[in-house]
């Protein structure tokens, strides 16, 4: 009887213990889609030609999610700008107006070896986008890692370039 | 210089509060020394009370030079919403909490004029909880901090979805409920601590249940502002936030029970001690949870987490020295035999459903945090969960609450009256028949075991007014009436959620749109201009000709921060409240809209409302029984 | 929004976005599907906000997934595959049903396994 009543209370503490360290612990979970191949679309990139997932299947490249609507997307682009000298971005133009998305690339810069345009969001639904901007590390056809929100140095160091 | 006043007031409070608890130590041996704890405790209170007075005064004068009112109240707000913004956020709303939980402990000590050491010792649980919460007020969250020297001329801009009277009262309510719980809490552990032997849970019943309906009003309250301000046609969500507030509730439906039982037949002493402590525990967890954020991110606290961790170390603190407490003091009450079939024997199954119902929610809340933490992947536990598990619960506890109007304390249950029960149900068959053959309502299984609960309710509850037998005429009507509205209550939810529906449909101005179950017109659309917003009104007719219904849905665009938001247009009725969303004009000159019909949802205010007026009748004869 | 959530977050309630932005009509066959439309767009939770399913927000994803499921209902997908198409892509943090297996029956039986401690509990204190 006196077991129980002492475990019953270390029991609590182990609880309370565990919350703690939940408080403390800053690690994020990782999203859902990384591991999985890119998945098989068919568009058209913002200047008419066609691009199938097959585009993926041999390179390395930092996908972007973007629209010219999306002020964080302005944010991030000077970085991703820097980033562009070390790796082929390839840009899905994300629920936009082709004419506005022209515009601002030519506003303010266009490091993208391409943009796929993808007006309805299809694409990005496809890989788990639930705004923009997003980015994916994508290594022979398959997703390796996945940032929701600015791209940024730290987020870069912490999730991309390790797996490159 | 005010801000500074109302601090070190506070400090000075924080200050009175340590003493009070350590002259109450020393008092527990010096008797001669008890005599100065009360005064010293009312005068904390008091400067507690002060301090906030003084907090309110600076934001009715906007005075924006204090942070906190810096950053959540405006210069153009009207009075009230001046005064409400000190708890539309954590710094004030903790201090909000804390006053009232003073106040609560002040009218409970001050209406007990013995110095025994059970109130000593009452008397030093107070004023620690009351330290301890003040100490995290000033060290962590303290709303009475400067924003020095700049500081802004016309405050914050204020979301005006803020402004809100049911936002502004709702709050205060719900912290009534909560705190409350501490009055309980205090008297059980002093009872252990002292030893005492005389009866504390009839001292406190009344405020138990003071609290019970600050709380149950403050849950309504909430409810019905998410349905009419929210737009979304729901009242109750299974949100983590409002799961959390319901743990306190259905703790505090367990005690009240549990006391009534104790107090009628000396059954369940130790129970009711136990459930007095988790009450007021849960209530904390709760504050608990939401300030910590924990459940909005699991990571949410990372970058700044002493809140966080102060506040769990408290409850850490309290539910461990009052659980060991509990475990080890152990209860000499002599034991007595339950008779299955009485009155005692139906309130206590329906405690362990209670129990079962509080540990469940606290898992669906938990689970989710825990799964992230060992297997990686966020996981979600929503309303399907909550529904499944609560659906038998609520049949089972509804049987029992039924039966129970029949039973007697410590008498077995007359056999006869099981014959009743049955026809009762056999009747509550004869209608789910007549609902299904007739209007076409089938049930789903979830409904079905809520309807059948609450309808069991109202039928034998009904029949025993008309009982033959004088003595047991209703003995009670507050709990009567009460246990009349929960019944209310639960058909009200599964006529509601089996008959609504909803529909979407693009309109063009002046040509009828006829879905399957409405015809929907248009009749103008145009723009008018308020306040401080400018807004799109459409005139829309439903169901034109015998029935027609005519409602003017609006969005509005706020000009301090261009917010645009939705105005639901309800029309209510006993039967139907028929709620419209204006949506967006779509590229083919088409306006979208949204209608509801959402059924009963008079049955669900009402049955809160009337379970309300229950608790109320019951209050008044207590205070009665108490004078 | 976030802000305003953790400002509101202080009491009971939650507060999705709350204007009403939708741009598409939603029109059925049958009341059935009609029924199921309404009824998994509750079920499926909004992966960008803070709390509160597809149905009860308008941040866009919100839209397109509820898109996403009307088109669905309409070619004819069962709700199980709906659901999955959801879970595939963001996860099982995207349904508010957990599923009935594994590591989640912990989290099904649980109550029907506290049913049991405080029954028993209660039983041996009367005996």
């Known amino acids: 009887m006196q077991l129980i009543k002492i475990s019953s209370l270390i029991l609590l503490s182990i609880f309370f213990v565990f919350l703690g360290g939940i408080i403390l612990d800053g690690n994020e979970s990782e999203s859902v889609i990384s591991g999985k191949p890119f998945p098989v679309f068919q568009q058209k990139t913002l200047d008419g030609k066609d691009i199938s997932n097959k585009y993926f299947s041999d390179k390395t490249v930092l996908v972007n999610i973007w629209a010219s609507w999306c002020i964080t997307c302005l944010v991030e682009h000077p970085f991703l700008e820097s980033l562009a000298e070390d790796i082929n971005i390839v840009g899905v133009n994300y629920k936009d107006d082709p004419k506005n998305a022209s515009d601002w690339l030519t506003k303010h810069g266009n490091f993208f070896t391409v943009n796929i345009h993808d007006p309805q969001g299809n694409l990005a639904i496809d890989l788990g986008v639930t705004g923009a901007p997003e980015s994916f590390l994508v290594v022979n056809g398959k997703i390796v890692s996945h940032i929701i929100g600015e791209m940024n140095q730290r987020k870069w160091e912490q999730h991309f370039a390790p797996n490159l | ?627 | 929004m976030h802000l305003i959530f953790k400002i509101i977050g202080v009491t009971l309630l939650m507060l999705p976005q709350l204007v009403f932005s939708q741009s598409q009509e939603f029109i059925f066959e049958n009341e059935e599907m009609e029924s199921r439309f309404y009824a998994l767009t509750n079920e499926i939770r909004c992966p960008k906000c803070t709390s509160g399913s597809i149905a009860s927000s308008n941040a866009p994803i919100a839209e397109d997934l509820k898109r996403k499921v009307y088109e669905q209902i309409l070619s004819g997908k069962t709700n199980d595959e709906i659901k999955a198409y959801i879970v595939d892509r963001y996860g099982e943090f995207a349904d508010y049903r957990p599923s009935f297996d594994s590591w989640n029956l912990f989290l099904w039986l649980g109550p029907g396994f506290f049913l049991l401690i405080f029954g028993y509990l209660f039983f041996r204190q009367q005996n």
Request: proline share 4%; with cysteine.
């Open chain 2, 1 to 627: 210089m005010i801000p500074e006043l109302a601090n070190f007031i506070l400090i000075l409070s924080m200050s009175l509060f340590f003493g009070t608890s350590l002259l109450g130590i020393y008092a527990r041996k010096i008797e001669s020394a008890r005599i100065i704890i009360k005064p010293l405790f009312t005068n904390a209170n008091l400067l507690l009370l002060a301090s906030f007075a003084l907090l309110i005064y600076l934001a009715v004068t906007d005075n924006f030079s204090v942070k906190y009112i810096a950053s959540h109240s405006n210069s153009s707000l009207p009075v009230f919403y001046k005064i409400s913004s000190i708890w539309s956020a954590h710094e004030g709303s903790m201090f909000l909490w804390i006053v009232l939980l003073g106040s609560w402990s002040l009218l409970f000590v001050r209406n007990n004029y013995k110095t025994d050491l059970y109130i000593t010792d009452v008397l030093i649980i107070l004023s620690s909880i009351l330290f301890l919460f003040t100490a995290f007020l000033i060290f962590t969250s303290n709303p009475l901090d400067r924003v020095l020297p700049l500081s802004p001329i016309d405050g914050a801009d204020i979301n005006p979805i803020l402004q809100d009277p049911g936002l502004a009262i709702h709050p205060p309510m719900l912290y009534m409920g909560y705190v409350g719980f501490v009055i309980p809490f205090a008297a059980a552990l002093a009872n252990l601590t002292s030893s005492s032997t005389h009866a504390w849970e009839k001292s406190v019943k009344r405020w138990t249940l003071a609290a019970w309906a600050f709380l149950t009003a403050g849950i309504g309250l909430g409810s019905a502002w998410a349905y009419y301000e929210l737009g979304w046609g729901g009242y109750w969500f299974w949100d983590p936030v409002e799961n959390i507030a319901l743990l306190p509730w259905l703790c505090g439906t367990a005690l009240v029970h549990a006391m009534a039982v104790s107090s009628k037949t000396s059954n369940l002493k130790a129970w009711v001690t136990f459930l007095a402590m988790l009450v007021f525990i849960l209530s904390l967890f709760g504050a608990f949870i939401v300030r910590s954020g924990i459940i909005d991110s699991v990571h949410a606290f990372a970058s700044d987490p002493t809140r966080g961790l102060y506040l769990l170390s408290l409850i850490a603190g309290i539910s461990l020295f009052s659980f060991a407490l509990f475990i080890f003091k152990g209860f000499n009450y002599q034991k007595k035999v339950m008779l299955f079939g009485s009155k005692e024997s139906f309130i206590s199954l329906n405690n362990i459903l209670l129990m079962t119902a509080i540990f469940s929610v606290f898992l669906g809340v938990l689970y989710p945090l825990i799964y992230e933490t060992i297997l990686g992947p966020k996981i979600s536990v929503g309303p399907p969960f909550y529904n499944t598990i609560f659906a038998p619960m609520v049949l089972i506890a509804g049987l029992f609450i039924g039966s129970s109007i029949d039973s007697q304390w410590q008498r077995p249950f007359r056999s006869i009256k099981l014959l009743k029960l049955a026809y009762c149900l056999v009747l509550i068959a004869i209608i789910l028949a007549f609902l299904y053959f007739f209007l076409g309502i089938s049930f789903s299984a979830i409904e079905g075991m809520s309807f059948i609960a609450g309808s069991f309710i109202l039928i034998t509850y009904t029949l025993s007014i008309f009982n033959t037998d004088r003595k047991r005429r209703i003995a009670n009507i507050g709990s009567f009436v009460s246990h009349l509205g929960f019944g209310l209550l639960l058909i009200g939810i599964p006529l509601n959620s089996n008959l609504s529906y909803e529909e979407t449909v693009a309109v063009v101005i002046n040509e009828p749109k006829q879905t399957e179950r409405n015809t929907i017109i248009l009749n103008n659309i145009y723009e008018a201009e308020g306040p401080n917003f400018s807004s799109i009104i459409a005139e829309v007719e439903v169901n034109p000709g015998t029935n027609a219904v005519l409602l003017m849905p609006e969005k509005r665009r706020y000009a301090n921060r261009g917010q645009v938001t939705s105005e639901t247009a309800i029309k209510s009725s006993f039967l139907r409240d028929i709620y419209i969303n204006l949506g967006e004009l779509n590229d083919q000159d088409q306006w979208i809209l949204r209608l509801q019909s959402n059924y009963f949802i008079s049955l669900i205010w009402g049955g809160i409302m009337i379970m309300l007026l229950g608790i109320l009748v019951f209050l008044r004869k207590i205070k009665h029984a108490a004078d």
